[in-house]
């Protein structure tokens, strides 16, 4: 089928290069003329891992291509949208001027009876005020939302845990499904659940979705505050309790808590969303797991000035991990650079470093000295903090790295090192929630 994705960042570059690896013919349409040139070229401009190999072997086949000029998808039967909806300027709500934008643009060159496919997380009735516009242009509109996991996205789109259709409640909707199933055929041939919906439902799916998952990491994290009070183990806690099916394991990582370009900007949208529909006391517990999660950067911070007994202030302490994730590059919103800036604000002297999100990081903050290994910022350090659980840092050997640093005090903001063999090597540890 021809399709077309606009908007070519981490959820459409990765959506247009599997279509395109399953067998369809597919343009990817963004306003950004030097993230077109990358893709052409085979290297996107992120990191993600098995997007290069996807794209090269895509681009060689012809069936996929690039561009600024959104004229090229006139021939498209289907057109996803996966433009960014970051959070507002003026508040928590979603900023959606490039949704609005990429459908204006769109609009002229929809083809009769195409179909437009939203992938973008948007604020529940959204899809219903944009379908007003694409039907009266001919063409019809459904919802589609994306789950992919940052670092997991080739995977996740490709063999997805589940495929939802938010669809228009009118007789032709049969039809969008039909069209969606053949676009997703090969999916729904491993035996991919799907469910068919209407458009709130589709909306919603996804931002309730993320916010269960925050509400699960702040849960724990929530947990870890009363383990540090009590002198009990956060991560054995999350263990025993994840025993039991019905709360499972996954997402119980305590540590600095969540960031991204999705979990913190979903939950506030739907906040936001959520008092616009005079329903804010539903949704009011997503404040706590908000609150819950930043509170956790500056308990890692806490434990980096009490091991100077207060006194941070020229202290030289390494920052290993930028990311917001290991396998990413991403530093959206991150609390690993949140607390590199936040010591560096109390006048510590932060060496940062990160495998891949350097660049990112610095663009965000040039004020802060990065080193590019993880020697070179581990070299005389006063203490080191931990803050994404890259496996170059879970690998880190407690008794090569005391050879290099001034002061043996870490701090392991994502809970993922062996307490016992650190203290064995003579190291102050602390981790979070955890004695
Ligand atoms: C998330 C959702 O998982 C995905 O389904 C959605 O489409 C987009 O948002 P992503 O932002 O890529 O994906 O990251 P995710 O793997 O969910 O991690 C989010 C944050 O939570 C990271 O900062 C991670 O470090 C943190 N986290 C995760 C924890 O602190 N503890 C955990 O147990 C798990």
Known sequence: MKLSVIGCGYLGAVHAAAMASIGHDVVGVDVDPAKIAALSAGTPPFHEPGL????????????????????????AAVHFIGVGTPQRKDGGGADLTYVDGAIDALLPHLAPGSLVAGKSTVPVGTAARLATAVHAAGARLAWNPEFLREGFAVKDTLEPDRLVYGVASDDDAADDVAVLDAVYAQTLETGTPRLVTDYATAELVKVAANAFLATKISFINA???????????????????????????????????????CLPKDIRAFTARAEELGRGESVAFL???????????QRVVDLVVDSFEGQVHGKRVAVLGLAFKPDSDDTRDSPALDVAVRLHGLGADVVCTDPQAIDNARRQHPQLEYAATTSEALNDAEAVVLVTEWREYRDLDPAAVADLVARKVVIDGRNCLDSDAWRARGWQFHGLGRP
């Open 287 to 297: 404040k706590n797991v908000d609150e819950i999660n930043l509170r956790r950067r």
């Open 223 to 261: 947990m870890a505050e009363i383990a540090e009070v009590t002198g009990a183990d956060v991560t054995t806690l999350a263990d025993a309790i994840g025993h039991d099916a019905r709360i499972g394991r996954r997402f119980l990582n305590a540590g600095v808590g969540f960031g991204g370009g």
């Open 52 to 75: 290069p190999e996807l794209l090269e072997q895509a681009i060689a086949s012809g069936r996929l291509r690039f561009t600024t000029d959104i004229s090229e998808v006139h021939d």
